[in-house]
């Protein structure tokens, strides 16, 4: 069992930290998983250092440091297994990086299963790319939001009622807006259990909450691991006439952002 740490030595760490090292411990703590490899993407860009694999060690060193102050814990699984390196550690905010960020006490925490970590591990990636498409210039990443802040509570025949998405984006692409919730769909569902996600979207738009903050009501994608379970989300959909069709889109992983910032839809 770990020892407690002290507020001085709490100080003594934070005096540590360079404005990349809190800008890392934040979008973890925001994202709850980043793979090494999704770090990287984000903070060590090959342009800032003489070659990729510059980047990429400096991007190892310091996810090392954070891990052995334990303002990082690195999962006991790695993605891709031992072979796919060091990058394929996944990395989670530990006890000292709560402290630091001010969001209080570390949350009981035990080693979340596979399916977690691919999921949330999936949602880090929309945002991610989106990032960098967005210092691409392709579009601009006006706001996201992970869960919990993306969720939505409204009043329902059932009473309080909270929708939850994965994740929330409002994109600038040209002269437009586009606004999104998405769900990250592993296929492991039922497709019934789809249509009452989308039957719960329904009641949220219809009670014009969102309307009534924003003006649009945004639209719910599901992106999911290839173009026939996306094609079945879609026939589902449309086959239920309770749902407004229109407010809904899938599409596989790897076209996720093109449809996202309107090159394909």
């Not at 992970?146 to 009043?155: A, G, H, K, Q, V």
């Not at 998405?182 to 569902?189: N, P, S, W």
């Not at 039922?190 to 309307?211: A, D, N």
């Not at 899938?250 to 996720?256: I, K, L, M, R």
């Amino acid at each position: 069992m770990s020892a407690r740490v002290g507020s001085r030595a709490i100080h003594d760490i934070d005096q540590m930290l360079d404005g990349r090292d809190r800008a890392i411990i934040q979008l973890v703590a925001d994202l709850r998983l980043m793979s090494g490899l999704q770090i990287e993407s984000m903070f060590f860009q090959v342009n800032g250092h003489e070659s990729p694999g510059a980047a990429s060690r400096a991007s190892r060193r310091s996810l090392a440091r954070l891990s052995s102050l334990r303002v990082l814990d690195r999962l006991e699984r790695r993605i891709g297994g031992i072979r796919a390196g060091s990058n394929a550690f996944v990395y989670a905010v530990g006890p000292i990086g709560y402290r630091l960020i001010k969001r209080g006490p570390h949350p009981f925490y035990r080693q979340p299963g596979p399916w977690f970590v691919a999921h949330t591990l999936a949602i880090t990636d929309l945002v991610v790319k989106l990032a960098q498409a967005s210092s691409d210039g392709r579009c601009e990443l006006i706001q996201w939001q992970s869960e919990p802040m993306c969720w939505r509570t409204f009043d329902s025949i059932a009473g309080r009622t909270v929708l939850r998405p994965d994740l929330y984006v409002a994109l600038g692409v040209g002269e437009y807006e586009r606004r999104f919730f998405i769900e990250v769909d592993r296929a492991t569902e039922h497709l019934p259990t789809i249509v009452r996600k989308g039957k719960l979207y329904e009641q949220y738009y219809r009670s014009g909450r969102e309307q009534a903050a924003s003006e649009v009501f945004p639209k719910v994608l599901f992106v999911t691991p290839d173009d026939i379970r996306a094609g079945a989300i879609i026939s589902a959909i449309h086959k239920t006439r309770s749902l407004t069709s229109d407010l809904f889109t899938a599409t596989a992983d790897q076209d996720a952002l093109d449809v996202l910032i309107g090159g394909e839809e």
